[in-house]
């Protein structure tokens, strides 16, 4: 859909989330994510909405899941939201100036922890929160740049430390 305003630059993949109510994570990931309206529209069935916004420098889609799609298979695809499948098929990761503090902003608004953020072998500090419809977002700030041999050398070491911990 190109809409003044919110249209991707090419080869760029937008994530478009389904969600129960699209209202309500909106309201989500503008507090929680600083996200801002591009573009907001009633679904065409006249059930919930269709809604573009930025969060961070990323365009993502956020559509309400309809009750005929829980049911139906479009193409040989189900389109239904995370709550209702039980889980997500997908991590959304974004670099962000500070992991920490993107985490917990996340969580007082509503996100539930789900790895908090570490310093991990590959160089990022690293965590994981599962938005209130099922999302998971992975938030990284980049503490070192690292070869694939040095991340490749660091992985063998953690592995062995471990196995010397069981």
């Excluded at 907001?40 to 420098?57: A, D, F, Q």
């Excluded at 209130?132 to 690292?146: C, I, N, Q, R, S």
Aim: hydrophobic letters at 45%; one cysteine or more; glycine letters at 8%.
């Amino acid at each position: 859909m190109a809409v003044e305003g919110s249209v991707p630059a090419l080869g760029v993949v937008v994530p478009h989330l389904v969600v129960r109510d699209a209202a309500e994570a909106l309201a989500f990931y503008a507090l929680a994510f600083g996200a801002t309206v591009l573009y907001r529209s009633p679904s065409p069935s006249g059930v919930g909405e269709h809604i573009h916004i930025k969060v961070w420098n990323s365009l993502v889609q956020l559509s309400t899941e309809e009750p005929a799609q829980r049911s139906r298979r479009v193409e040989g695809a189900l389109l239904a939201s995370p709550e209702t499948l039980s889980g997500s098929t997908c991590v959304f990761q974004v670099g962000v100036p500070d992991v920490d503090v993107a985490y917990k902003r996340a969580v007082d608004h509503g996100a539930t922890p789900a790895w908090p953020p570490r310093d991990m072998f590959w160089g990022d500090r690293y965590g994981w929160v599962r938005d209130p419809f099922g999302h998971v977002w992975a938030l990284a700030t980049v503490k070192e740049v690292l070869t694939p041999q040095e991340i490749e050398d660091r992985l063998r070491g953690l592995a062995v430390q471990m196995k010397e911990e069981n």
